[in-house]
């Protein structure tokens, strides 16, 4: 086992990987690290909840139902807090 598989994961990056987690895209190593952190952490708890709750209410969204101003501006937010 290297370093990186016993390091406990912070909360910073639990937000950073939690769509992969959402989607069963985040390798097993970090899956174990992910719900090790979860099981001691109430706000990331509840942060996954929230996350879950959105999916399921943007679920019901299309690309056609949004306007393009509404697009831009949900893109430009997702590039601040990228950049940020």
Same mark, same amino acid.
């Given at each position: 086992?290297?370093?990186?598989?016993?390091?406990?994961?912070? !909360?910073?990056?639990? $937000?950073? $990987?939690?769509?992969?987690?959402?989607?069963?895209? +985040? /390798?097993? $190593?970090?899956?174990?690290? @992910?719900?090790?952190?979860?099981?001691? !952490?109430?706000? !990331?708890?509840?942060? +996954?909840?929230?996350?879950?709750? $959105?999916?399921?209410?943007?679920?019901?969204?299309? /690309?056609?139902?949004?306007? /393009?101003?509404?697009?831009?501006?949900?893109?430009?937010? @997702?590039?601040?807090?990228?950049?940020?």
């Amino acid at each position: 086992m290297n370093d990186d598989t016993r390091k406990e994961m912070a !909360c910073q990056e639990l $937000v950073e $990987v939690i769509t992969d987690y959402l989607e069963a895209r +985040l /390798p097993e $190593v970090d899956r174990g690290r @992910f719900e090790a952190h979860l099981a001691s !952490c109430s706000a !990331c708890q509840e942060h +996954l909840e929230q996350m879950r709750a $959105v999916v399921r209410l943007t679920g019901r969204l299309t /690309p056609q139902s949004l306007e /393009p101003a509404t697009v831009d501006s949900l893109l430009s937010a @997702f590039r601040r807090w990228r950049d940020s």
